[in-house]
């Protein structure tokens, strides 16, 4: 890339960084100190303000980065990940969102651990949930860099380390300074500057094609060069029954994953009511649907465009289709208009990366103090030390990802996050519903889902192509891939279910009725919730 590429970007990244750190400053000059202002933003949003919010916590880098890519190297099976983030809200609609919201007070554990014996429910749920949140953050780091390789021409391996490092630094402060009020506001202005500019690139797509989409998909099928095996499903899932296998694996990750993500259930506290939470997610589906439906145009726009050699050229994973889209869109390399555009379309995704960063680390600092910290001293502590804890957590987490990110810095962001996404179906997922619909459920019950799923989600992935065993694998040299698909979910979701039945049905503990008629009252009408 050209210098002017360079400094605009550069000072566009800067101006949105410096806007975060005033809110962050300005925040944390404010906070009371309290858990519920720390971890929840003292439930003060509205449904609008934490329906943008969510939608800025969900529509990450690999939605803006990596699913545009998927598309534009792979046609029609990119768009499994589109259907899949979308759907999976419809589940988090009926029958999480509401039940969520009055059952808990800042984590998944409280819902589950609500009528089980706390502590080793919460160890469970906070492992996992910390768990599926380094993952998430994994991905976020993998798009940092690749962002930041193209803007510096791909070669400059030092530089993509230290942005790293940087988006690092910089989620830490925003959690650990600002906490949720901060992290909410930071989520918001980066919904509205995603959609903005998601919005004007598919309206130049559309205008390079005079509004005709069948001539947009036949022009991305064509240069291609797999014809109109790009418009059909099976270029990437369909080569075997390997393949197949993961096509339905993935699917069932993004479809049930959704709502055992951390991150996006500790959205629903920040609002004061059940009522409130579900108009939130009424409100996120609508921008994150808009959202999904313009990344199909991305995706192909830029297989049309700038063409998918162009593209695994610049990223093997196809991670920087949108930047260069932009830059072909704006006039090309040496153009005025594309430099300002590449250079805007560069910058809204780090914001994007810098937003869903402080999201996730907020939501994993907050398990590791709201329930392993307290279940491990045996008892709560003050409100003060807990948020210590947590800020502390975040530097950790911080370090662990950073770590992490470099590992994996040549994996494609979308497929990153389908691996956490996975996890979060296999772990989170059986325990959260078992323990608002199943009446028998008991602590064995609880504690089994979490580890039954948790366990063979990460041991199947290390197994898989995706650790050993291929060109593309993060240890490309040497094999110990004994498990044939990328994506673990087609196995660890039921063994998830199943161990929690499994747990419960072996176990000697009575369920106690007058604690579930309790939690099941709570949970449909909000009497007695926080």
């Known amino acids: 890339m050209t210098g002017d590429h360079q400094t605009l970007a550069l000072l566009l990244f800067s101006v949105f960084v410096a806007v975060t750190l005033v809110i962050t400053t300005w925040v944390g000059r404010h906070r009371r100190g309290s858990a519920e202002e720390f971890y929840a933003g003292g439930r003060l949003f509205s449904p609008i303000e934490n329906g943008f919010a969510i939608a800025g916590d969900y529509m990450s880098a690999a939605s803006f980065l990596g699913v545009t890519g998927l598309i534009a190297l792979f046609g029609y099976d990119g768009l499994l990940y589109v259907v899949g983030f979308l759907v999976a809200w419809l589940l988090v609609l009926f029958l999480v969102a509401e039940l969520v919201r009055n059952c808990g007070r800042f984590t998944l554990a409280d819902v589950v651990a609500a009528r089980m014996r706390e502590r080793p429910v919460r160890i469970a749920a906070g492992t996992s949930s910390v768990t599926v949140s380094v993952l998430y953050l994994v991905a976020q780091m993998v798009g940092a860099g690749s962002l930041v390789a193209l803007l510096l021409g791909g070669t400059d391996e030092a530089a993509r380390a230290w942005t790293v490092v940087g988006v690092g630094a910089l989620m830490v402060i925003y959690v650990s300074w600002g906490g949720m009020r901060a992290t909410t506001w930071i989520q918001i202005v980066k919904a509205v500057l995603l959609l903005s500019g998601t919005v004007a690139l598919t309206v130049l797509v559309l205008m390079r094609f005079h509004g005709e989409v069948d001539r947009l998909l036949l022009t991305a099928a064509e240069r291609s060069g797999h014809g109109d095996a790009f ?25 049930l ?23 939130s997610v009424v409100w996120a589906i609508g921008l994150i649907g808009g959202f999904y439906l313009m990344t199909i145009v991305l995706g192909f726009g830029a297989a049309a465009i700038v063409g998918p050699d162009a593209v695994r050229g610049s990223n093997a994973a196809g991670n920087t289709a949108v930047p260069l889209l932009a830059l072909d869109l704006g006039g090309g390399a040496q153009s005025t208009g594309g430099t300002v555009l590449f250079a805007i379309v560069a910058a809204v995704a780090f914001a994007t990366i810098l937003a869903v960063v402080a999201g996730v680390t907020l939501a994993s600092s907050a398990s590791v103090a709201h329930d392993l910290y307290a279940s491990l001293r045996h008892r709560r502590g003050k409100a003060r030390s807990e948020v ?33 996404f996975a996890v979060a179906a296999s772990a989170n997922l059986p325990a959260l519903l078992y323990s608002l619909f199943w009446p028998g459920f008991t602590t064995r019950g609880a504690v089994w889902a979490v580890y039954g799923g948790l366990a063979p989600a990460l041991v199947l992935v290390l197994l898989s192509p995706v650790v050993s065993g291929s060109p593309e694998s993060l240890f490309p040299d040497v094999d110990f891939q004994y498990f044939p698909l990328q994506n673990p979910g087609l196995v660890s979701i039921p063994l998830g279910f199943l161990a929690g039945w499994l747990g419960t049905v072996t176990s000697a503990e009575v369920p106690d009725e007058a604690k579930h008629a309790e939690t099941e009252v709570r949970s449909l009408t909000g009497a007695g919730a926080a």
């Open 257 to 279: 994953g959704t709502a055992g993500l951390p991150h996006i259930l500790s959205r629903f506290y920040t609002v004061p009511t059940a009522r409130a939470a579900r108009r």
């Open 231 to 255: 418009l059909a499903p099976g270029l990437k899932y369909g080569g075997d029954w390997s393949a197949r296998l993961d096509f339905i694996s993935l699917g069932l990750a993004l479809v």
């Open 388 to 420: 210590a804890v947590a800020r502390a957590a975040a530097v950790g987490i911080g370090v662990v990802a950073i770590a992490l990110g470099l590992l994996a810095r040549d994996l494609n962001v979308a497929f990153l996050v389908g691996l956490a």
